[in-house]
């Protein structure tokens, strides 16, 4: 992989464990399941945490119904890539999650439980590259991700997650997925049907979207294949990364 001006390789023997958090199913599958797969392969531990069920996300079907389908969707999409420790916070409705400290506590905990050497989330930008408004609820987790990094480390932040036990743990990076101004670059080149498959698992959530909505190798393509022209690889995941 040659090297983009201001853009590195991840060194990605300076981890073992993982954690991944977005806020719906299928945030994870837009790209980074094909870095989850490289990093499961590589024999890392890589957990998902999904602030919501996206209960919200199909109009054609009620929450109540929308929720569990789309639960159990993501659960197929990660064991695609070898994750099999999917988990969902409660508390927190599709569109319309808020950053606070609720959503601030409930990562932190996670971290303490998982205790991973790198975090992973969706860039809170205002904007994708390429200008796309991100949507608010990604804006809010992941910026709760960053503050959460912190709070998980601290023994006096959110002191009662030590009375439930969980001691303090600092991941040592953040890898913030897809931001406007990226500083490192995953190179996926091997890992693009892996990728492609667990998007496929959505296929509710997908078809609801209908049939002039690009499929998910087309989708993957442009999205892994636009990012990896900076680098001179068939695909790529980037991402700016946060010690």
């Known amino acids: 992989m040659s090297d983009a001006p201001g853009l590195e390789p991840l060194d990605e023997s300076a981890f073992d464990s993982v954690l991944c958090v977005a806020a719906h199913p299928d945030d994870l599958e837009y790209g980074l399941a094909a870095a989850v797969d490289k990093w499961v392969r590589a024999g890392k531990t890589v957990t998902y945490l999904l602030a919501t069920r996206g209960e919200a996300g199909i109009e054609t079907m009620a ?3 929308a929720g569990p389908l789309r639960e159990q969707e993501e659960r197929d999409g990660a064991a695609q890539v070898g ?90 990076q953040l890898f913030i997925a897809v931001d406007p101004q990226p500083s490192h670059v ?26 002039e909505y690009p499929s998910p190798t087309e989708l993957l393509g442009n999205i892994l294949g636009g990012q990896a022209e900076r680098v001179g690889v068939s695909y790529a995941v980037t991402g700016r990364l946060v010690g």
């Open 83 to 172: 994750v099999d420790v999917v988990e969902f916070l409660d508390g927190f409705s599709d569109g319309v999650v808020e950053h606070g400290l609720a959503l601030r506590r409930a990562i932190a905990r996670e971290i303490r439980i998982r205790r991973p050497d790198l975090l992973v989330t969706l860039t809170y930008a205002d904007s994708f590259p390429g200008g796309q408004v991100n949507q608010a609820d990604h804006r809010a987790v992941g910026l709760a991700v960053l503050d959460a990094k912190a709070d998980a480390g601290n023994r006096w932040i959110f002191p009662e997650l030590v009375d439930e036990g969980h001691e303090p743990w600092q991941a040592r």
């Open 63 to 65: 929450p109540a119904e």
């Open 186 to 211: 995953v190179d996926v080149s091997e890992h693009f049907d892996a990728a492609v498959a667990s998007l496929s698992a959505h296929a509710a959530y997908l078809e609801a979207l209908g049939p």
